[in-house]
């Protein structure tokens, strides 16, 4: 049996020591349960606010600090995530929630602006310019993908220099994230992925990962009462499957191992030579950073402190008798931190390091914090035509109610019936909303924003249920993949009390929704019109056909027409022997 | 047996099936009130009761994208208890709708302007059907009973379209404007219906006084009071609202067709594959055609209003852009009123094996398309088209025998004898 020792890891310990000075940056590893390791990497670099005015940029980018003047946007958060975080096992998410995004790309801002419309227009070209600094589709955030949050974001800087803030949201779910994003992502940084920690990062390995997300946070930090800084925060977390990770990249597809590796049950009646029934392992795996990212680090970024909280870069979060061994020419620090749960290392300039940690079959093993809430969101239904969507949001915690705000923010050809709307807690009658802020989506220009401020008691789950409709679209505003679906961007949740530490807050995210929609056929646009035009000339031409014409007895009018065919074709020969004979008249 | 008893026992039998249904099968109406066949986005009661919701909590039910009917059903329909936990008084509402709906197709009939008006009189006037008929076939469509169970809106258009035939067809004129005010009100097209009843009240007017009043300060004061009680409604909904705004989710939408969700008419595919480009100018056709018809009938037939006004609301059941079984049973139960004009009908039988033929396979194919996915939108459609085309061509076919009823008047010598159009 492993015993745990008590230990609660919280990002939230380490952040604050790193805001003093103008650059640095962290690596936390922490092995997860099921093979996996979460990597969570730090960069922060400040700019006080009269030199970002005057456009004397030291560690700061340029490029996206001229695209935050020229937006006016006062505090940006930029995500890019994949994946899902898989709580019941992995435990609390790094950063409480607060570095993570939605499936697919999120973006949040407060701008500064005079009025609504200024302020979406600052937004239209706050979203096009990071389009083209991150490669990625952003400048689809248009109005029917922007939301203006009203209780589920709150700005994490201080704002009391700036007045008239418009909070806007935009999220476009089916991006995805992939290499192009990442190499934007490391320019912004002052070593580039030359050096320090960032030179681990590699799309190869960082795409690859069970659950990954970069973050990009621009907020300002004032001092009290004194000098204004604007804080910089680039944050990519990921969860490795260190198994997968390993594997050769010139030979990636996973092969069995060959039996005299496997440990066998050998209580089972048919164990043999050549039968095996494997058992899980119970060692912790090997593993190296040169094996997971492909390289070692190469060496300390130069512009990191070299003394203080700022120096130790790389920390490993194991139980102290995990086994590390250094392997680096190098002169490194190693400081023991949480009673020696902590491990933190300054990095060696000018030559690589690595980290290795062998096999080992471990008799301690590290808590893991139990997250506050989980939740889960479905489609229920069957048919293109309606359905429901259910989320289900637990509270684990025995003795605490949970009280929280739950955002959706939905496409316009999803039609939710917000008078379908439930919200039930097991074992209860009572309901959990308590405020509810509605705006209705219009067709073709603004999708549904709900949110929702609920509490949740102690130990018992809660059910939010609603319908909605789709919506036919036009043929031309169907993807090229109609048939694939919709997606539906990930509700968003925020906890209120128990409140954060920090003026983070505490978030969760559900996964994103695949909607699929009815199509027309896509393939008959002419055809369509050809025949409704028929049916429609059928019964114009029938109807009016009688109105204009006149009835006469049968037998009254000389029939053209007599004898048939032959009497037809009669009286048409002899129509042109006359219209030949008048032309030969005229001439 | 006198006739006020068969009348309460038709009725008591149409409503008590009505309920029966209701409270027998409660799910029934809300999986009717699901099915594209009934229920259009400008007529859904779930619509209407998410717009009630709305309308409730103090949002504006036309700052969104779902609600899309009149004003004033708000303040109606939020004066009964919630028809999610209690919806006998909602079901209730729309039985009686249904009975004064029957009613007024009995005076419609015992008036006898289908067949005798003051400047024409069939030979076959005889040949009639007793109000009683008319009005259980009303009452026993099944589009009737179906459109009632799914508590449709368009079930309040029908009532106010047969009350306002029914007062044109007394020479009520204050009724029948303000019937038909309220039906334009609801529906919008509707209004089209106004120079044919307009005729016929002034012919009913005619007859009844022996004196012939000057036809145009007739219509003038007709048309006066109908601009007057439009604009009181509208202006009564903006003041309900406290905005002009409905008029774009209302109106706004019958006339600019923004949500496609598949019905019974020819429009919502059309919509769905046309090219961007040329949407307006289709948009622009399509209403002109609908609007088209009503001068053309008018003048040919002004004999005979009422068959006008009939007519008008089989092209509706067929031409407009959100149009339901609930319009077709409308046309379908004002044919039975022309029962002289059944003999000269041609094509008695295609027409009403392709509506049968529509109806029993319309929900077939729609489920191969959107549940089984077996099928693809093309067969919903073509049955759309096959509905269509059953419907013109009983409209078709009726103009064709109430014009050859004129001749037989005209000339009676032509009669049963074949004719010819020149």
Same mark, same amino acid.
């Given at each position: 049996m492993l015993s745990f020792l008590a230990l609660l890891l919280l990002h939230a310990l380490i952040a604050p020591a790193l805001a003093a000075s103008d650059y640095s940056e962290r690596l936390l590893l922490r092995p997860l349960p099921q093979n996996a390791l979460l990597a969570s990497f730090n960069f922060r670099s400040n700019e006080s606010s009269t030199a970002f005015e005057q456009q004397n940029f030291r560690y700061f980018p340029r490029s996206l600090a001229q695209i935050l003047q020229h937006a006016g946007t006062k505090e940006l958060h930029l995500r890019f995530s994949l994946g899902r975080w898989d709580a019941e096992s992995w435990g609390q998410r790094p950063w409480n929630g607060a570095r993570e995004g939605g499936t697919g790309v999120e973006l949040w801002a407060w701008v500064e602006a005079q009025d609504q419309e200024e302020a979406f227009a600052r937004w239209l070209s706050l979203t096009n310019t990071l389009s083209g600094l991150f490669c990625a589709s952003l400048n689809f955030i248009d109005a029917t993908k922007t939301i203006r949050p009203v209780m589920t974001f709150q700005p994490e800087g201080d704002h009391q220099n700036s007045s008239h803030l418009h909070l806007l949201h935009g999220t476009l779910p089916h991006e995805v994230v992939c290499t192009e994003n990442l190499t934007p992502f490391l320019k912004l940084l002052p070593c580039k992925g030359k050096a320090g920690i960032s030179s681990l990062l590699d799309g190869h390995k960082l795409f690859d990962a069970s659950w990954q997300t970069m973050a990009i946070d621009v907020v300002p930090v004032c001092a009290e009462g004194g000098e204004c800084v604007l804080e910089m925060e680039q944050t990519v977390d990921m969860v490795l499957d260190i198994d997968r990770s390993k594997r050769p990249r010139d030979n990636p597809i996973p092969r069995p191992l060959p039996i005299e590796e496997i440990e066998c @049950?050998?209580? $089972?009646? %048919?164990?043999?030579h050549d039968t095996c029934y494997p058992i899980h392992k119970t060692t912790e795996p090997g593993f190296s950073l040169a094996d997971l990212y492909g390289r070692p680090i190469k060496g300390a970024c130069p512009l990191t402190d070299d003394e203080g909280e700022g120096a130790n870069t790389v920390c490993i979060n194991t139980p102290p008798e995990r086994t590390i061994d250094i392997k680096t020419d190098g002169a490194y620090v190693e400081n023991k931190l949480q009673s020696d749960t902590l491990r933190c290392y300054k990095l060696p300039t000018g030559s690589d390091f690595d980290l290795v940690l062998p096999e080992q079959q471990m008799t301690t093993g590290l808590v893991h914090q139990e997250p506050p809430l989980s939740a889960a969101r479905h489609i229920n239904g069957h048919g293109q035509e309606h359905g429901s969507v259910q989320a289900v949001i637990k509270n684990p915690s025995p003795t605490d109610s949970v009280e929280f705000v739950y955002l959706e923010s939905l496409p316009w050809f999803m039609k939710p019936y917000i008078h379908t709307l439930r919200a039930r807690v097991s074992g209860?009658? *009572?309901?959990?909303? $308590?405020e509810t802020y509605y705006r209705p989506a219009v067709d073709r220009a603004r999708g549904t924003h709900l949110e929702l401020r609920m509490v949740i008691p102690p130990s018992s789950t809660l059910t939010v249920t609603y319908d909605f409709e789709k919506a036919i679209l036009r043929y031309? *505003? %169907? !993807? !090229? @993949?109609?048939?694939r679906g919709f997606d539906v961007a990930p509700a968003v949740i925020r906890l209120i009390s128990p409140a954060s530490a920090d003026n983070k807050g505490i978030y969760l995210r559900t996964t994103s929704l695949l909607l699929p929609l009815p199509t027309p056929d896509f393939s008959m646009p002419y055809n369509v019109i050809i025949l409704t035009s028929t049916v429609m000339a059928l019964g114009f031409g029938n109807i009016f056909n009688l109105l204009v014409r006149r009835f006469v007895g049968a037998d009254e009018v000389p029939t053209l027409g007599a004898g048939g065919l032959k009497g037809l074709i009669r009286g048409r020969v002899e129509r042109l022997r006359a219209r030949f004979a008048a032309k030969r008249k005229a001439t | 047996m006198a006739i006020d008893q068969q009348k309460a026992l038709l009725f008591g039998a149409a409503a008590a099936v009505r309920l029966l249904l209701f409270t027998a099968f409660p799910s029934l109406p809300t999986l009717l009130a699901g099915r594209v066949e009934v229920s259009t986005p400008v007529t859904s009661f779930k619509r209407l009761q998410e717009g009630l919701f709305l309308y409730t909590h103090n949002v504006s039910p036309y700052d969104g994208g779902v609600y899309h009917q009149a004003p004033l059903l708000l303040p109606l329909f939020s004066l009964l208890p919630n028809p999610s936990y209690y919806p006998f008084a909602t079901n209730l509402l729309f039985t009686a709708v249904d009975l004064l709906g029957a009613s007024a197709l009995m005076q419609i009939v015992e008036s006898g302007q289908s067949v005798t008006t003051r400047l024409f009189s069939s030979s076959r006037k005889d040949m009639r059907w007793s109000s009683i008929a008319v009005a259980a076939s009303f009452l026993f469509n099944p589009f009737t009973v179906v459109t009632c169970v799914a508590r449709s809106t368009s079930a309040l258009t029908n009532l106010f379209i047969l009350t306002a035939m029914a007062k044109a067809s007394q020479g009520a004129s204050f009724t029948f404007i303000f019937a038909l005010s309220i039906a334009s009100y609801l529906s919008m097209h509707p209004i089209l219906l106004f120079p044919p009843l307009l005729l016929l009240c002034y012919d009913v007017r005619v007859t009844k006084t022996k004196s012939s009043s000057s036809p145009l300060a007739f219509t003038f004061y007709h048309t006066m009071g109908l601009v007057d009680a439009i604009g009181g409604l509208l202006s009564l909904s903006a003041f309900l609202t406290g905005s002009w705004e409905f008029l774009s989710a209302t109106y706004g939408v019958r006339l600019l067709l923004p949500d496609l969700t598949p019905n019974v008419g020819l429009w919502w595919y059309f919509f769905t594959e046309m090219f961007d480009s040329f949407r307006e100018f289709f948009l622009g056709v399509f209403w002109l055609h609908v609007a088209s018809y009503m001068p053309g009938l008018t003048i040919r037939l002004r004999k005979q209003p009422l068959f006008v006004a009939a007519t008008l609301t089989g092209i509706f059941a067929v031409f407009t852009p959100y149009p339901s079984i609930a319009d077709a049973a409308l046309y379908l139960s004002l044919v039975p009123l022309f029962r002289h004009l059944f003999p000269m009908m041609r094509y008695t039988f295609l027409a009403a094996s392709t509506i049968l033929y529509a109806t029993f396979l319309g929900p077939a194919f729609y489920y191969l398309w959107i549940y089984a996915g077996s099928g693809n939108a093309n067969f919903f459609y073509a049955i759309t088209l096959v509905w269509s085309l059953g419907l013109s061509v009983v409209v078709g076919d009726s103009i064709y025998a109430a014009l050859r009823d004129e001749l037989d008047v005209e000339r009676p010598e032509l009669r049963g004898k074949d004719v010819k159009r020149i």
């Open positions: @049950d050998t209580s $089972k009646p %048919y164990n043999a209860s009658s *009572e309901s959990p909303i $308590k031309t *505003e %169907y !993807p !090229p @993949d109609a048939n | -």
